[in-house]
T-cell receptor
Framework: DAGVIQSPRHEVTEMGQEVTLRCKPI?????LFWYRQTMMRGLELLIY????????DSGMPEDRFSAKMPNASFSTLKIQPSEPRDSAVYFC???????????FGSGTRLTVV | GENVEQHPSTLSVQEGDSAVIKCTYS??????FPWYKQELGKRPQLIID?????GEKKDQRIAVTLNKTAKHFSLHITETQPEDSAVYFC????????????FGTGTRLTIIP
């Protein structure tokens, strides 16, 4: 398996623009997690899905953020409109069980100018 | 929910010496404690984990200890090498209703040649 695949690796966008981050989990993994990593806050869980259904979105910072998982092999995290404070590395992870076995993708480094 | 605290935030040790990173957790029902290593610009990767029915686990130069009574667990790296330089994250999987992993804030370990 190629692991968890994220795209793009880097994204630079202007404030106010829409940003879409993509993730392909490992086949057979029923759980998918979106994390945001910053120096100040470390790894923050934004939202996670089980069998394509959002289970806990309490970490989503505000209405500008939304996430979808239309099928078992694809998820998106969208920010609209983007702001400079959204600049961070966004990781997607997947697992067979929400308690353990998380495999992370390579991350998307987002810069909003 | 679960709260995980990690100390120290930065740690520098001489090559060949040992390094210890400590974490505490709040949910007494937590039963799974992994450690992740994140090299500069890379994804977090699982290096070792321990479950609540075990007090200590070793894998070559790394070991993890767990004290359930005190609700703390530690990562020990012996005979440190330059390639051990990275950010290390601890995590805990909580009890019923809170089973997802909660991460600590990370420790930046620097090995001085």
């Amino acid at each position: 398996d190629a692991g968890v695949i994220q795209s793009p690796r880097h994204e630079v966008t202007e404030m106010g623009q829409e940003v879409t981050l993509r993730c392909k989990p490992i086949s057979g993994h029923d759980y998918l997690f979106w994390y945001r990593q910053t120096m100040m806050r470390g790894l923050e869980l934004l939202i996670y899905f089980n069998n394509n259904v959002p289970i806990d979105d309490s970490g989503m910072p505000e209405d500008r953020f939304s996430a979808k998982m239309p099928n078992a092999s694809f998820s998106t995290l969208k920010i609209q409109p983007s702001e400079p404070r959204d600049s961070a590395v966004y990781f997607c992870a997947s697992s067979e069980d929400r308690r353990y076995g998380y495999t992370f993708g390579s991350g998307t480094r987002l810069t909003v100018v | 929910g679960e709260n995980v605290e990690q100390h120290p935030s930065t740690l520098s040790v001489q090559e060949g010496d040992s390094a210890v990173i400590k974490c505490t957790y709040s949910d007494s029902a937590s039963n799974y404690f992994p450690w992740y290593k994140q090299e500069l610009g890379k994804r977090p990767q699982l290096i070792i984990d321990i479950r609540s029915n075990v007090g200590e686990k070793k894998d070559q130069r790394i070991a993890v200890t767990l004290n359930k009574t005190a609700k703390h667990f530690s990562l020990h790296i012996t005979e440190t090498q330059p390639e051990d330089s990275a950010v290390y994250f601890c995590a805990a999987s909580g009890g019923f209703g809170n089973e997802k992993l909660t991460f600590g804030t990370g420790t930046r370990l620097t090995i001085i040649p």
